[in-house]
């Protein structure tokens, strides 16, 4: 089974309505952050959670929330979504930087359309 | 502000010739490099990391990529390129875990 899941896969949706993206691992690690990839530009970071009780805005959270349900288990909602957000979404987890780096363990990743 | 530079959006090869991708870094700080790939409608896997130790780093499927701090760079090679080695490939700058930054990607086609 895989070790970081994301549902649902893909999505299409129209402007305006609520959508919620969510991520589940089984690494047992406390981080976890969502990343959206747009053509040419990478992945850029919208949220991270270094744990439960610990959310933290990225680069680009505008139109963005998310919630940190358990250790395990790290949404993202969409209040109102807009066709600018049609994007592949992507949950990522990792442990403590205890060797001073940060490897991170990637989802599928969940393709959005926003109508 | 730290930034990772992949001067090449694509780059075509032929089977069987090498690869080479390019990746430049700015940072004050000495960084730990990672190379990411995604295949098509794939997740992201890791190739190799840096991490202060040797220079030449090795990393799956035949890949492995030099550290030159005088040069800012970590380009990533492959004496011969298969077509399964199709894909995008991201370099990413880490600041001992406190922010992750990826470069644009590279998008790698094999030619047969």
């Known amino acids: 089974d895989a070790d970081v899941t994301q549902t649902p896969r893909n999505r299409i949706t129209k402007t305006g309505k609520r959508i919620m993206l969510e991520c589940s691992q089984t690494?047992?690690?406390?981080?976890m952050y969502w990343y959206r990839q747009d053509p040419g530009l990478g992945l850029r970071l919208i949220y991270y959670?270094?744990?439960?009780?610990?959310?933290n805005k990225g680069e680009i959270s505008d139109g963005y929330s998310v919630s940190r349900q358990a250790q395990a288990k790290f949404s993202l909602s969409l209040e109102s979504a807009i066709p600018n957000q049609t994007a592949l979404y992507f949950c990522?987890?990792?442990?403590?930087?205890?060797?001073?780096?940060?490897?991170?363990?990637f989802g599928p990743g969940t393709r959005l359309t926003v109508l | 502000a730290q930034s990772v530079t992949q001067l090449d959006s694509h780059v075509s090869v032929s089977e069987g010739t090498p690869v080479l991708l390019r990746c430049n870094y700015s940072?004050?700080?000495?960084?730990?490099l990672f190379w990411y790939v995604q295949h098509p409608n794939k997740g992201l896997q890791l190739l190799l990391k840096?991490?202060?130790?040797?220079?030449l780093v090795k990393g799956i499927n035949g890949f492995e990529a030099e550290f030159k701090k005088s040069e800012t760079s970590f380009h990533l090679t492959k004496p011969s390129a298969h077509m399964s080695d199709a894909a995008e490939y991201f370099c990413?700058?880490?600041?001992?875990?406190?922010?992750?930054?990826f470069g644009p990607g590279t998008r790698l086609s094999v030619l047969p």
């Open positions: 990522a987890t990792s442990d403590l930087p205890l060797a001073g780096y940060n490897e991170q363990f």
């Open positions: 690494k047992g690690h406390d981080r």
């Open positions: 959670s270094f744990d439960v009780k610990d959310i």
């Open positions: 940072s004050s700080y000495s960084p730990s």
């Open positions: 840096y991490t202060s130790a040797a220079t």
């Open positions: 990413v700058w880490d600041n001992y875990g406190q922010n992750f930054v």
